[in-house]
T-cell receptor, first 113, second 113 residues
């Protein structure tokens, strides 16, 4: 089955700096890569996603890149703010496989004011 | 739309007791999922369903059972609760098709002592 590895497990940055979280996946058939943000005690919520036919996607301060050859994808947050502090999860899925996603173990991002 | 709702929010069980975690969605999604999230870890898939009457095991199904009699409801049954089942349980749903985000419920925090 699919295996998703996520690094780093914790990340601390100063407000205004950039943050980068990286994930690798094992199944070359995976074609959908969402990123979820989970605030303390809350449910995971989608913040951005990328499909296998796209190499990069950007939404304001958040961007995701995908390298299908190397089987890795990354989340980039620019101009970080304290409210960006949360746990971020990457996931990989095959679109036709009942929508099942395999999640990484998460990255705890702390943005220091 | 209420989205995905779960009950109860919190529960403490004694070893050997049984309980059912309820999950309901009002988005007419065919696909529904149960995950557990252990402290500091990612989401592990317990069971999933692609429609009423159809369920299948995920990555960690032992000690759990599910049923799907309607499109809206996907209850998770714990029989003979064990301390290893102490976790936060999330239900999620998605519409059929490729590249679909998962919508999560608020979670149920379960402690088995």
């Amino acid at each position: 089955g699919e295996n998703v590895e996520q690094h780093p497990s914790t990340l601390s940055v100063q407000e205004g700096d950039s943050a980068v979280i990286k994930c690798t996946y094992s199944d070359s058939a995976s074609n959908y890569f969402p990123w979820y943000k989970q605030e303390l005690g809350k449910r995971p919520q989608l913040i951005i996603d990328i499909r296998s036919n796209v190499g990069e996607k950007k939404d304001q301060r958040i961007a995701v890149t995908l390298n299908k050859t190397a089987k890795h994808f990354s989340l980039h947050i620019t101009e970080t703010q304290p409210e960006d502090s949360a746990v971020y999860f990457c996931a990989a899925s095959k679109g036709t496989n009942a929508g099942k996603s395999t999640f990484g173990d998460g990255t705890t991002l702390t943005v220091k004011p | 739309n209420a989205g995905v709702t779960q009950t109860p929010k919190f529960r403490i069980l004694k070893i050997g007791q049984s309980m059912t975690l309820q999950c309901t969605q009002d988005m007419n999604h065919n696909y529904m999922y149960w995950y557990r999230q252990d402290p500091g870890m990612g989401l592990k898939l317990i069971y999933y369903s692609v429609g009423a009457g159809i369920t299948d095991k995920g990555e960690v199904p032992n000690g759990y059972n599910v049923s799907r009699s309607t499109t809206e409801d996907f209850p998770l049954r714990l029989e003979l609760a064990a301390p290893s089942q102490t976790s936060v349980y999330f239900c999620a749903s998605t519409s059929e098709g490729t590249w679909r985000e998962q919508y999560f419920g608020p979670g149920t925090r379960l402690t088995v002592t």
